[in-house]
């Protein structure tokens, strides 16, 4: 009951959102309207789905993104959370078999500092892959930081008052209005400074998210501890010569103010809350590819780490040659968020 009362209260504020909401295309831009859902559509559940899906507002709206296509977008923001900007900026790619009567899950990928939203797709490559399995793919973008570059907030409002955590929550209000998502099935990935970002916001988001998957993360302490509250699925790669973020992390004598755990003990973290057991296995899957899986966690909960041997601060081209966005959908698909 608890968990229906959260999705209606969304519900109610994506449809307050999406007239704000500006959608970019090649045609010009295009405003989403907020006119209610034809009645009573009967909506699909995808094949891979292992729970009933929690079917968003968005199901039986026509969009005006194409099966197919990418659309640059953009939501409201409050100026005062936001460094002084009015809106937040993203970019969506609905799959080629999109359907407003088909429950279809969400994976955002978040860019690197100085990065970008438009170059975050062309180096993951999630669009391709969202049209082959079925996906909706959302690139967010975040705001500029003290250099003028591009940045995420992955320390919480300590980064020049900006609340990102919120931008993502408004985002998914907005995606849930506007498409037919299937809000058990909500997945984050990031690299570097995003890949900080997608690990804060499994610390923060995860009743909405339901796993998360950095990529050469940098994984400052969070600001009044991370207590998700119940076990999460977390999918990492990391590379053991990362000179950017390094694996063994910064000790605090070194960088008082900013230190970094070493990627081993950041795992033993969320091993401890996902309840696994102490001792991963560990196993070289590939060449300069070690698997570390934590086993026997509470419920829903996974830890598993791919060790890149030698490999730098980059997104690895592959990993058993398989693309890294399809390994870590695998992982996704496997873990729905759970009811309460």
Do not use: K
């Not at 500029?144 to 900006?162: E, H, N, S, V």
């Not at 598993?304 to 081209?317: I, L």
Request: hydrophobic share 45%; glycine share 10%.
């Amino acid at each position: 009951m608890m968990r229906w009362c959260r999705q209606a209260r969304r519900a109610v504020y994506a449809r307050l959102l999406l007239a704000l909401v500006l959608l970019t295309t090649g045609a010009g831009t295009v405003q989403l309207t907020a006119a209610p859902p034809p009645p009573g559509p009967t909506i699909a559940v995808a094949a891979d789905s292992a729970a009933p899906p929690v079917v968003a507002s968005g199901c039986g709206r026509s969009s005006s993104v194409a099966p197919g296509a990418t659309a640059d977008a953009s939501i409201q923001a409050d100026p005062a959370v936001s460094a002084g900007e009015t809106s937040r900026a993203y970019r969506v790619h609905l799959p080629t078999a999109y359907t407003p009567d088909t429950a279809t899950a969400v994976v955002l990928a978040f860019h690197g500092h100085g990065g970008d939203s438009a170059g975050m797709e062309g180096m993951t490559d999630f669009s391709a892959l969202a049209d082959r399995e079925g996906f909706i793919a959302v690139y967010p973008q975040g705001l500029a930081g003290r250099d003028g570059r591009p940045f995420w907030a992955d320390i919480g409002t300590i980064d020049l008052g900006i609340d990102d955590v919120r931008f993502v929550n408004d985002l998914l209000d907005t995606l849930e209005g506007a498409f037919c998502v299937d809000t058990a099935r909500i997945y984050a990935t990031g690299f570097s400074n995003g890949g900080g970002m997608t690990a804060l916001l499994a610390c923060r988001l995860s009743d909405r998210i339901a796993a998360f998957a950095p990529v050469a993360g940098d994984f400052y302490a969070v600001p009044d501890r991370c207590d998700p509250g119940h076990p999460v699925p977390i999918l990492d790669i990391h590379g053991t010569a990362d000179r950017v973020v390094t694996y063994y992390g910064i000790p605090e004598a070194i960088n008082p103010r900013w230190p970094l755990p070493s990627i081993p003990m950041w795992l033993r973290a969320w091993a401890a809350r996902d309840g696994c057991t102490d001792d991963p296995s560990t196993t070289a899957i590939d060449t300069g590819v070690t698997e570390l899986e934590w086993t026997g966690c509470v419920a829903n909960g996974a830890v598993v780490h791919y060790r890149m041997e030698g490999g730098g601060h980059d997104w690895p081209a592959a990993i058993q040659g398989r693309a890294v966005a399809s390994v870590m959908w695998d992982f996704f698909r496997s873990h729905p968020l759970l009811g309460p």
